[in-house]
């Protein structure tokens, strides 16, 4: 059974930066797409950031919302079988709880800013950013 699991939240304050650990159950896949999500209070669930990975290709390809692109950066350490999103320049509106979602087999075609592209999602991980 596949599972992802978040790490790294916590409470930071305005400017400052946080790194976000998403790994699975420990599996190695080769082509897939990571996406991070967030949710903050009393708001839907918004796109963040997505990894996606081809097995044939070695680069990968990032995708970032408006909102955190040139702040956020994520990036995968495949030795660990994790995905992180480095969060620099933290900012009250980054509070919210962030999930990793998890998406299998070929990419092509993917929306990988919509939720349902994503089967497996984690637990989340709570971000507080202090004004």
């Known amino acids: 059974q596949v599972q992802v699991v978040e790490s790294g939240g916590g409470l930071v304050q305005a400017g400052g930066s946080l790194r976000l650990s998403c790994t699975n159950s420990?599996?190695?896949?080769?082509?897939?797409?990571l996406g991070w999500y967030r949710q903050a209070p009393g708001k839907q669930r918004e796109f963040v950031a997505a990894?996606?990975?081809?097995?044939?290709?070695?680069?990968?390809?990032?995708n970032y919302a408006d909102s955190v692109r040139g702040r956020f950066t994520v990036s995968r350490d495949t030795t660990k079988n994790t995905v992180y999103l480095q969060m620099n320049s933290l900012k009250p509106e980054d509070t919210a709880v962030y999930y990793c979602?998890?998406?299998?087999?070929?990419?092509?075609?993917?929306?990988?800013?919509?939720?349902?592209?994503?089967?497996?999602w984690g637990q989340g991980t709570q971000v507080t950013v202090s004004s």
């Open positions: 979602a998890l998406r299998l087999g070929d990419p092509g075609g993917v929306v990988v800013s919509t939720d349902r592209s994503y089967a497996y």
């Open positions: 990894l996606t990975t081809w097995s044939q290709r070695i680069t990968i390809d990032t």
């Open positions: 420990g599996r190695t896949f080769n082509s897939y797409v």
